[in-house]
């Protein structure tokens, strides 16, 4: 039996009941989990900084000698694809005076000039070009290229770590998440526009995206009327997390013979959170929104990269009115929305109202994440 019918199945069967997935009891979390500094500060190091964190889909950078540029958490990016296909990401600042390599934020070349003194650079980070180097002196080539990050792609997904000279295992990370990964087939998507979305604090803006306990009060407009509140289907491979969330056609499926459902997941939206800062949601319709979320400088903010996403480039005006209807539709659920909401949580959080937060069994994917967390920087990281 498929994915989709199997977990079509186990949610008409919480519709039909009236349940949801559940944890095995509540968890409390105080609330300095999101106010302490320190706290935060060494939660970012190691969740952050020292393990994978996705950065990009293949689809951005899909064609050798494409390139792209983005600022992480104050680190400015280059992320490339060499003659041979491989991806690679360096820190984009030249190593002789600390410029930045490269202003443009995508593009298709195999060479990066540094505009203050001309010192260039291969798209596998090699310094291949030192202006006036008879008269400047000597330099040592092998060991003055880019500062390059492990990155690694997997299932359609860049993945990297921050932190110069530190390297990972995808596979042992993604273990048998990979799998559920690929099938949604990232790389096969258009990409249709892209934009960044400031929020409040980290955790608070991550709880947001883990939970349908709040969708039928504050999305009342925008996804509470095709989707089931409260019904939540939750499974997890490590620290990675998937759900499943029933739409309001779902009781149609009570009609029709399991064995006949032809497309099960037209009754369901399936949600792929890949730990800690990716969510994929693949919406039917030809449509899927993609966020990266990251943690500011300090617990209060967070920046959010959103991409949206078609099944094909648009083709004719109808095509384009229907992406562009789903991208709108998006913004206004995220920002106007769900980060509006959370804002007003970020402004409370030191009013004293509250010395912590009961996450209920109902919120089992919340639960999840903050347990996560708290392992992988018991661990100093991945």
């Known amino acids: 039996m498929s994915d989709a019918r199997q977990l079509a199945q186990r949610a008409l069967k919480h519709f039909n009941e009236g349940t949801t997935d559940r944890a095995p009891s509540q968890l409390t979390v105080p609330?300095?989990?999101?106010?302490?500094?320190?706290?935060?500060?060494?939660?970012?190091?190691?969740?952050?900084?020292?393990?994978?964190?996705?950065?990009?889909?293949?689809?951005?950078?899909?064609?050798?000698?494409?390139?792209?540029?983005?600022?992480?958490?104050?680190?400015?990016?280059?992320?490339?694809?060499?003659?041979?296909?491989?991806?690679?990401?360096?820190?984009?600042?030249?190593?002789?005076?600390?410029?930045?390599?490269?202003?443009?934020?995508?593009?298709?070349?195999?060479?990066?000039?540094?505009?203050?003194?001309?010192?260039?650079?291969?798209?596998?980070?090699?310094?291949?070009?030192?202006?006036?180097?008879?008269?400047?002196?000597?330099?040592?080539?092998?060991?003055?290229?880019?500062?390059?990050?492990?990155?690694?792609?997997?299932?359609?997904?860049?993945?990297?770590?921050?932190?110069?000279?530190?390297?990972?295992?995808?596979?042992?990370?993604?273990?048998?998440?990979?799998?559920?990964?690929?099938?949604?087939?990232?790389?096969?998507?258009?990409?249709?526009?892209?934009?960044?979305?400031?929020?409040?604090?980290?955790?608070?803006?991550?709880?947001g995206y883990l939970e349908v306990y709040h969708h039928d009060s504050v999305h009342g407009k925008t996804v509470g009327p095709y989707t089931v509140g409260n019904l939540l289907v939750h499974d997890t491979w490590g620290a990675h997390q998937r759900m499943v969330i029933a739409k309001k056609n779902i009781s149609e499926l009570n009609d029709i013979e399991v064995d006949s459902w032809e497309s099960p997941e037209s009754y369901i939206r399936v949600v792929h959170s890949v730990f800690p800062n990716l969510s994929i949601s693949a919406i039917l319709g030809g449509h899927c929104l993609i966020g990266f979320i990251y943690p500011g400088e300090t617990s209060t903010t967070t920046s959010t990269r959103q991409l949206i996403l078609s099944a094909t480039q648009p083709a004719s005006d109808e095509d384009s009115e229907a992406v562009e209807t789903f991208s709108q539709m998006t913004l206004q659920a995220v920002r106007d929305e769900d980060y509006a909401l959370v804002a007003t949580i970020q402004d409370a959080l030191h009013s004293g109202a509250n010395d912590s937060f009961l996450i209920g069994r109902n919120e089992p994917a919340v639960q999840h994440y903050h347990r996560a967390v708290a392992s992988i920087s018991a661990a100093g990281g991945s």
Request: net charge negative; hydrophobic share 40%; aromatic share 12%.
């Open 31 to 207: 609330v300095s989990a999101y106010t302490d500094e320190a706290q935060f500060q060494a939660e970012r190091q190691a969740v952050y900084f020292e393990s994978p964190i996705a950065i990009a889909l293949s689809l951005e950078i899909p064609q050798p000698g494409d390139f792209q540029t983005q600022t992480i958490m104050g680190v400015p990016l280059l992320i490339t694809r060499d003659r041979d296909g491989l991806i690679h990401c360096f820190i984009n600042v030249c190593r002789h005076r600390g410029a930045k390599v490269c202003s443009a934020e995508k593009g298709h070349q195999s060479r990066f000039s540094c505009p203050y003194h001309a010192w260039t650079y291969s798209n596998r980070g090699d310094l291949i070009g030192v202006y006036g180097e008879d008269s400047f002196g000597g330099v040592d080539r092998a060991t003055m290229g880019l500062t390059a990050l492990y990155c690694v792609e997997r299932a359609g997904v860049v993945f990297a770590c921050l932190t110069p000279g530190k390297s990972f295992d995808i596979d042992s990370w993604l273990g048998g998440f990979a799998d559920k990964l690929a099938d949604q087939k990232l790389t096969d998507w258009h990409l249709y526009t892209e934009r960044w979305l400031p929020g409040a604090g980290w955790k608070a803006t991550l709880d």
